[in-house]
């Protein structure tokens, strides 16, 4: 099956830097990459996907860049608000055999500070 | 669109009773459904997967007779965890992909507090 390990667990910004997270992947067939955001207490939200056929994809100030050769990826956020204050999770899905699920990174848990 | 909701929010009970949580998808059609475990400050495990018509396929490590999983429909699936103890307590979520369209985005439901005394 899929392993996707995620760095780093925590991460502290100042309002306004950048933050990057990164994950590792573990099947070479995996070819979508979606990024979630998770408040506290709340369902898990969509923020940015790629797909394999791209390296690197942008949604006004989230990016995700992805690496097939090396077997990783990772989400950049610039300008950073204190909303930006959550857990992120990144996934894979791990198509060797025809599986269709997602397996999850473990989570960085972001704080934005003012 | 690709709304799905979950019902209950959050739930108490007492060990050895059994609770059952739903997950519909509102304005698509659910081909599989995923469940999760969330213990607080982890990530998300997957528990099963369902494809609709189908018997459930459990992770290594989850009991099946404990977590029934049915997916009748192609907008409902129902996880009941049978005779629930205080180790059961979690953050349990759904997800829902539309198989007819051909990605693998998966929606999340808003999750159910279980809490079991």
């Known amino acids: 099956g899929e392993n996707v390990e995620q760095h780093p667990s925590t991460l502290s910004v100042q309002e306004g830097d950048s933050a990057v997270i990164k994950c590792t992947y573990s099947d070479s067939a995996s070819n979508y990459f979606p990024w979630y955001k998770q408040e506290l207490g709340k369902r898990p939200q969509l923020i940015i996907d790629i797909r394999s056929n791209v390296g690197e994809k942008k949604d006004q100030r989230i990016a995700v860049t992805l690496n097939k050769t090396a077997k990783h990826f990772s989400l950049h956020i610039t300008e950073t608000q204190p909303e930006d204050s959550a857990v992120y999770f990144c996934?894979?899905?791990?198509?060797?055999?025809?599986?269709?699920?997602?397996?999850f990174g473990t989570g960085t848990q972001l704080k934005v500070e003012l | 669109g690709a709304v799905v909701s979950q019902h209950p929010s959050r739930v108490i009970c007492k060990s050895g009773t059994s609770v059952k949580i739903e997950c519909r998808s509102l304005?698509?059609?659910?081909?599989?459904m995923f469940w999760y475990r969330q213990f607080p400050k982890q990530s998300l495990m997957l528990m099963a997967t369902s494809n609709e018509g189908s018997k459930a396929t459990y992770e290594q490590g989850v009991e099946k007779d404990k977590f029934l999983i049915n997916h009748a429909s192609l907008t409902l699936s129902t996880l009941t965890v049978t005779s629930a103890h205080p180790e059961d307590s979690s953050f349990y979520i759904c997800?829902?992909?539309?198989?007819?369209?051909?990605?693998?985005?998966?929606?999340f439901g808003p999750g159910t507090r279980l809490t079991v005394l």
């Open positions: 997800s829902a992909r539309d198989g007819f369209s051909g990605t693998y985005e998966q929606f």
């Open positions: 304005d698509f059609q659910a081909t599989t």
């Open positions: 996934a894979a899905p791990g198509l060797t055999g025809g599986g269709n699920k997602l397996t």
